[in-house]
């Protein structure tokens, strides 16, 4: 689907506010509101617009500790991979995972209460992934960036 300057702005409004209402949408973006409709519908149609989520402040809700965890397979055949990937994606805390090109197979972005629930994490779900040969835990100090936001 071709975006044009309208539809991109479009997204970047939404993205940075969700609950904008569709008439100061199309006010912003100097449309009809029909019009703007329209074209917020096509781009949820395209699979432009995947989500309308809520951000959640973690902090707020006594998840303070933030982990990368760098994890090698012991193989990197197919079904090692995917048994690891069904597995990953089942452990509430794991908030991200990506396979990666590098020194490690996988990166997992944790989320845990403090450094006694990322153990308890660890012991009872990460240690368990099937085919792990090696996991490296990075503990986040502070954040000093972050964006939802894609660049348009």
């Given at each position: 689907m071709e975006l044009d300057t309208t539809d991109r702005h479009i997204l970047d409004l939404l993205q940075r506010d969700a609950r904008i209402s569709n008439a100061h949408l199309a006010e912003a973006?100097?449309?009809s509101a029909s019009a703007c409709h329209r074209r917020v519908q096509?781009?949820?149609?395209a699979g432009i617009i995947r989500d309308?989520?809520?951000l959640l402040d973690a902090r707020k809700l006594g998840l303070a500790t933030m982990?990368?965890?760098e994890i090698k397979l012991q193989a990197q055949a197919e079904a090692v991979m995917t048994a690891f990937e069904r597995a990953v994606q089942r452990i509430p805390d794991v908030l991200e995972?990506?396979?990666?090109a590098g020194t490690a197979d996988?990166?997992?972005k944790?989320?845990?209460?403090d450094t006694d629930d990322f153990a308890r994490i660890h012991r009872e779900h990460l240690a368990r992934l099937p085919g792990v040969a090696q996991m490296q835990s990075?503990?986040?100090l502070r954040t000093v960036f972050k964006t939802t936001a894609l660049p348009l």
């Open positions: 973006v100097h449309l096509r781009l949820e149609e309308l989520v809520a982990v990368h965890v995972c990506h396979l990666m996988y990166i997992l944790v989320v845990a209460e990075s503990l986040v």
